[in-house]
Structure formats: C-alpha cells, structure tokens
C-alpha cells in the first residue's frame, strides 16, 4: 500500500481562505474599538460589549452555516460558494465602516452612528457565514490521518495573515505620522486588507477545485473503512456510537477549558502587568509577541511529533507544559517588579505549548464525524472555543477586582489543568497514520 502524503502545496493554498480571515479579525480587533472609543466617545464598557457581539453571534453562526455547507451541493464544491459570498459581502461592509468613521468625525449625527453599528452587524454574519465552511474544506480534502500536519500549515498560514496586517498597519500608521492628528482616516488600511482578502480567495478558487479533490478524498476513506468511527443503523443510517460520542463531548469540554485558561490571560495580561508590576503597554505586548513567535515557530514540528506519537499524548503534553508555565508566570510577575529575559522564555514556551493544543484539537474533533458533517463538527468545535472567549473575560476580570489581580495565573492554570483531566476520557479522535521519519512526509512539495 503506498504511504499517505501530505500535499503541502495543496494546503498551503486551502489555508488562504484563513489567512484572509485572520487577518481581517487582526484589523478588526486592533482598530474598530479605536474608532469606536476616539470618534464616537463611547467608554469601554460599551466598547466592551460591543467587540463582544463577534463572539456571541459566532456561537450561533458558526455552526449554523457549518451544518448548512454540509448539505449544500454546488458545481464550485460545498465549502468554495460560502467562501465567495462571505468574502464578498465582508469586503463591501467593511469599507462602508472608515467612510461612516470619517464623516461622523467632519460632523456628528446620531444617525451616522446608528448606521455604523448596523454595517457593524452586518459584517459580522457576513464572517460568520463562511468561517466554518472555510476551516472544513482542510477536511474535505485532506485524509484523516494527515490533518493535524496540514492544520498545522493552516495554523501557519493565519499566522502569516495577522502578520501582513501588522506590517500593514506598521507601515501606514507609524506614530510619528498619526500622534498629532484629531482623527485617523483608517480608509487605506481597510482598503488594503480588502485587496489581501480579495487576493487570498481568488488564488485559492483558481488553484483549489473543490468537488474533485473532495472525491478523492472521500474514495480514499471508502478504502480505509477503519477510519470512519460511525456506524450503520438499522435503517440504513450513519450515527456515532455512544462511545464516541462520549468521547467527543470530553473533547469539547477540554476546549473550552483550556481556552477559558489561555483567553484569560490573553485578554486581561495587558491591565495585569501594569497593576502587578507597574509595567506599561511595551512590556506586556513584547510577551505576548514572544508567545506568538513561539506558537509559529512551532506549528510545523508540533505536526510532525503528533503523526510520530499521536494527538493526545501531544495535546496531553502542551496542556502540562501550558499550565506549567501560567503557574511560573504568577511567580515570575509577583516576584520581579519589571519584565525579563526569563519571562520571555516562559511566554516562549507558552506559544509552543499552544501549538500543540491548537494544531491537534480540531483534527481531534473532525476525526469522530463522518464526512458530510465536517462543517457541523467544525462548527462545534468553534463553539466551544468561542463559548470560552465570552465567559473567560467577564469571570477573571470579575475575580481579579473581587479577590486580587494575582488570581489571574492562578485561575489560568486551574482551568488549563482541568482540561488534562477531562482528555483523559477521551478514547478517540487520534491520528492512526504509519508516520515517516523526519522532514520526509513533506516532501513533493509540487505535487
């Protein structure tokens, strides 16, 4: 039997549609609540709430339209008319949002800001429409055995999507430009983070035919029934056996936990370090880039070592080296009064012990479901995540004004912890691939 091979080309085109996405979300996240807070005055509780929505509607949008590209059947493929339209629409109401900017700031009116939260809305169904269907087509024409090495590109290739934004950004908006101005038209940033997505999407219709490399995938599983874990019913159907559904709502809790643990940090690290240590914005952005310098640097061997030793074990291994170093870090932030070297090495480490975690979990996920409901099981496991990152902020910045801010580390730590006990119940979802030794499984990089 020839041995399975990842065709790296091949995925590092499926993973364009995330990187436009990432580095839409990068823009998003850094910008909109600028505009929000410098040009319509609102405070950052009503800030709050509202950079909150993406998530909340991401919990029912996400599955919702998962599910449906499941069943939806095209000439362009399942997954490829979601992508299109979503890209499409995001495109046009992204840049309606620095028109409105611009002319609330010449000449404010309640109904400029109205309409600005309405567009708002609208972009965020427009991105939840094609999310999960964009993050199902690695599945779809990826074999199972092989898709936490291409999550791992994919991980890789939305990095590189935050990245072009930033330098982006970097490039159009250096201080020297922006810090005297009353108010910043951030139209050139939107239209060049348009013109990435626009480009990103159209190299991949143009390279990635959808339905025929879905069909290969789909003949080869046929030949490999013992990757699938559903089992026929007497009526005919495919359904999940108890066990594995079992082991997948472990699963799902395991995500929430360790992203109730790693957003928690993410999202409060930044107030943290400036009423602990007394450090400014520099500091605490530095560390949190090491994490993500270190998360990149890591995706393709964390792939590798799973195909080697399995999801779990690695997963299993990141979450004690995650955990480990959120304890180091209470220790580290109460016992020195300034960032340094050795805090960078734990954040380091924290990258690497979150690409491990994060290249296997939704692999993980999608092993248990049989091919058609890729969408919807993506979709559950966006869920779980995004549940998380709507609960983490409110419950740690609710404890850490109740109790202390030292709780923080702590409360990451449990919660990472938690997760190890919960996937130790977990029975399926592993990688069941004979592993090639070294750099050798990616080779034909042109095939």
């Not at 919990?59 to 299109?84: E, Q, V």
């Not at 950004?169 to 990435?196: C, E, G, M, R, W």
């Not at 069909?215 to 089992?231: C, G, I, V």
């Not at 997963?315 to 020195?336: D, K, V, W």
């Amino acid at each position: 039997m020839n041995e399975l091979k990842l065709n790296n080309k091949r995925t590092i085109l499926v993973g364009l549609a995330f990187l436009s996405i990432c580095a839409f979300w990068q823009m998003y996240d850094s910008v909109v609540p600028l505009i929000l807070r410098e040009t319509f005055g609102m405070d950052e509780s009503l800030t709050g709430i509202i950079m909150a929505m993406d998530n909340i509607l991401a919990l029912f949008l996400l599955p919702f339209f998962g599910g449906l590209s499941d069943k939806t059947h095209s000439k362009l493929g399942r997954r490829t008319p979601y992508i299109m339209a979503g890209t499409a629409a995001a495109i046009i109401l992204m840049n309606l949002l620095p028109i409105l900017d611009n002319s609330y700031a010449r000449q404010a009116a309640p109904f400029k800001l109205v309409t600005f939260v309405i567009v708002l809305g609208g972009l965020l169904i427009a991105m939840g429409t094609y999310r999960s269907p964009a993050v199902a087509l690695m599945p779809d024409v990826t074999a199972k055995p092989l898709r936490s090495k291409a999550n791992a590109i994919i991980n890789l290739m939305g990095a590189v999507g935050g990245v072009l934004y930033l330098a982006v950004a970097a490039i159009l908006y250096p201080t020297s430009k922006v810090a005297a101005l009353d108010h910043v038209n951030y139209q050139p940033l939107f239209i060049v983070v348009s013109a990435i997505m626009v480009v990103a999407v159209l190299v991949l219709l143009l390279t990635i035919r959808e339905p025929a490399l879905a069909a290969e995938t789909q003949a080869l599983e046929q030949q490999h029934p013992e990757w699938n874990l559903a089992e026929v019913s007497s009526s005919g159907k495919e359904a999940l056996p108890t066990p594995v559904k079992r082991s997948l709502g472990f699963l799902l809790a395991s995500i929430s936990l360790w992203y109730i643990g790693y957003n928690g940090v993410t999202t409060w690290f930044t107030t943290y370090v400036s009423q602990v240590m007394g450090e400014g914005l520099g500091g605490a952005s530095t560390c949190l880039l090491v994490a993500t310098a270190g998360a990149i640097v890591s995706y393709i061997p964390i792939g590798i070592v799973a195909s080697k030793v399995g999801r779990k074990k690695t997963i299993q291994a990141g979450i004690i080296l995650l955990a480990s170093c959120f304890l180091a870090g209470f220790f580290l932030t109460t016992l020195f009064s300034s960032i340094n070297a050795i805090m960078f090495v734990a954040f380091a480490l924290v990258g690497l012990a979150w690409a491990a975690i994060n290249v296997n979990s939704l692999p993980m996920v999608v092993e248990m479901c049989r091919g058609s409901d890729v969408g919807k099981f993506t979709g559950y496991y966006y869920t779980a995540s995004m549940l998380a990152q709507v609960i983490t902020p409110l419950v740690a910045g609710t404890l850490m004004k109740s109790i202390s801010y030292q709780i923080l580390f702590p409360y990451a730590a449990f919660f990472v912890a938690l997760s190890f006990l919960t996937m130790c119940f977990v029975r399926h979802g592993d990688s069941k691939a004979v592993a090639k030794k070294g750099l050798s499984a990616f080779e034909n990089m042109d095939d």
